[in-house]
């Protein structure tokens, strides 16, 4: 009787300390998708690092995200990150990055199952970083569009398609993003970038492309460059990338 009763004792002892061993477990972390794009054209044919927490996540070079340089259009790069507040920074090119001097730093934070995409933008030295949170509704029977401008010198900006102004896309000066809009899916459209010549009042084209929109997909365009580059680059002249983020 006396064994039995050290026996039964001994089995709620293990039990309890298994069950607090349990309840002492981390609640597990959700996932967000992050990609990192550098728009500073400073970093034509150089590599910087992008660090958080200050651990690398990789390198970019101008017009980079990860998947190589974006042209015309090219497709998103995300990679899972843990949730929470992270430090990201952006640092020079030196080629280890413990020797390499940080150009911006900020605090973001990153929700479970949401992607983002952070932006290095350069305006004559001072280098920010942007941030956008991508999730939106898709549209099966429609095109979804949104500008980011990242030149410093083009001005306010807005978006032409074959010559028709879209609306949700004026005005957008430098570091603004818009929203995404609906767009006509189409095979090739005139895809413009114009500003008005505060002086004479004249619409100006600062850059055109044609790529087919596709219904039920995501479109970013970022305009980079410069429309006159302070080092004569020819590299560096304004361009319009285009990602798609789904």
């Known amino acids: 009787m006396q064994r039995s009763f050290l026996f039964y004792m001994l089995f709620l002892l293990l039990s309890t300390t298994a069950c607090e061993k349990d309840a002492e477990l981390p609640e597990a972390r959700g996932q967000a998708q992050l990609m990192v794009y550098n728009g500073n054209a400073d970093f034509y044919d150089l590599n910087g690092w992008v660090l958080v927490d200050n651990e690398v996540f990789g390198t970019r070079s101008y017009n980079d995200n990860g ?23 952006f640092t020079s090119t030196a080629t280890r990055p413990e020797d390499a001097d940080k150009l911006s730093e900020g605090i973001f934070h990153f929700e479970d199952k949401q992607h983002y995409t952070l932006y290095l933008a350069d305006s004559l030295g001072y280098t920010v970083i942007l941030s956008t ?3 939106v509704q898709r549209n099966a029977s429609m095109a979804k569009v ?16 074959d010559d028709a102004p879209v609306d949700a896309i004026r005005a957008v000066g430098y570091r603004q993003v818009t929203g995404f809009t609906d767009i006509q899916p189409d095979v090739k459209p005139g895809i413009r970038i114009v500003t008005m010549n505060e002086r ?3 619409e100006q084209v600062l850059t055109r492309k044609s790529f087919a929109l596709e219904a039920g997909k995501c479109y970013t365009m970022i ?4 429309t006159k580059a302070p080092d004569g680059n020819v590299n560096k002249t304004i361009s319009l990338s285009t990602i798609i983020n789904f």
Do not use: Q
């Open 200 to 202: 004479t009042g004249e």
């Open 67 to 89: 998947a190589g340089l974006v042209g015309a259009f090219n497709f998103s790069r995300y990679s899972p990150v843990d949730t929470g507040l992270f430090r990201i920074g």
């Open 133 to 135: 949170k991508d999730e």
């Open 223 to 226: 305009l980079r460059g410069y």
């Open 146 to 161: 949104r500008l980011i401008n990242l030149s410093p010198d083009a001005g306010k900006v807005s978006l032409t398609l």
